[in-house]
């Protein structure tokens, strides 16, 4: 008869491995020892204390996450902290530059550009690469080069209408 009380199940886990990182984020300089496995929005938020940066899904579905990489817009949770190694990070703390608000962020002010506000600076984040990548020519472009970027308080409209007026105008001086 089989002795079910002497079997010992042993759980095979993967080895953590750990690497010291530098970042760079938002012109300052970060060494951290991380997980390899850990994400640059993790490390932003957990580790830099920069939680501007939400987590909304944590699986790319969302667009909370938004930080520039570089220039481009990268979804952080699908972002290992490791990958953005020598990479120029900004995130929504570091695009205004002083105390003035980004003339993005202006638009979003003025326009109620949102409610709860916690996809709030992916929507911005989004917006100023948008912008710098000239697909903010029309509503529908705005929409659709946007679409990545969910709101579920339904303040679509407003979104689009302050990117609209930061395009053109407001934001001529926005800035990666
Ligand atoms: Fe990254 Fe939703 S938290 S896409
Ligand atoms: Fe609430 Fe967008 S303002 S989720």
Same mark, same amino acid.
Do not use: W
């Given at each position: 008869? $089989? @002795? %079910?009380?002497?079997?010992?199940?042993?759980?095979? =886990?993967? *080895?953590? #491995?750990?690497?010291? %990182?530098? /970042?760079?984020?938002?012109? $300052?300089?970060?060494? /951290?020892?991380?997980? &390899?496995?850990? &994400?640059?929005?993790?490390?932003?938020? @957990?580790?830099?204390?920069?939680?501007?940066?939400?987590?909304?899904? @944590?699986?790319?579905?969302?667009?909370?996450?938004?930080?520039?990489?570089?220039? =481009?817009?990268? /979804?952080?949770?699908?972002?290992?902290?490791?990958?953005?190694?020598? $990479?120029?990070? &900004?995130? #929504?703390? !570091?695009?205004?530059?002083?105390?003035?608000?980004?003339?993005? +962020?202006?638009?979003?002010?003025?326009?109620?550009?949102? +409610?709860?506000?916690?996809?709030?600076? !992916?929507?911005?984040?989004? *917006?100023?690469? /948008?912008?710098?990548? !000239? $697909?903010?020519?029309?509503?529908?472009?705005?929409?659709?080069?946007?679409?990545?970027?969910?709101? =579920?308080?339904?303040?679509?409209?407003?979104? %689009?209408?302050?990117? =609209?007026?930061?395009?053109?105008?407001?934001?001529?001086?926005?800035?990666?």
């Amino acid at each position: 008869m $089989r @002795d %079910v009380a002497s079997e010992r199940y042993v759980e095979k =886990r993967p *080895a953590v #491995v750990e690497r010291v %990182v530098t /970042l760079e984020v938002n012109g $300052r300089t970060y060494t /951290l020892r991380l997980d &390899t496995r850990v &994400t640059l929005l993790d490390a932003l938020r @957990d580790r830099l204390g920069l939680v501007g940066t939400k987590k909304g899904c @944590d699986q790319g579905a969302c667009g909370a996450c938004t930080v520039h990489v570089d220039g =481009r817009r990268v /979804l952080s949770c699908l972002t290992l902290a490791a990958q953005a190694e020598g $990479r120029r990070i &900004t995130t #929504v703390e !570091g695009i205004s530059g002083g105390d003035e608000p980004h003339p993005v +962020q202006r638009a979003f002010m003025e326009h109620d550009g949102f +409610q709860c506000g916690f996809c709030t600076p !992916g929507q911005i984040m989004s *917006a100023v690469a /948008l912008m710098a990548e !000239g $697909r903010a020519g029309s509503d529908e472009e705005i929409r659709e080069f946007m679409s990545g970027n969910l709101c =579920r308080c339904g303040a679509y409209p407003n979104i %689009v209408a302050a990117i =609209r007026e930061a395009a053109s105008g407001g934001g001529r001086d926005a800035h990666l």
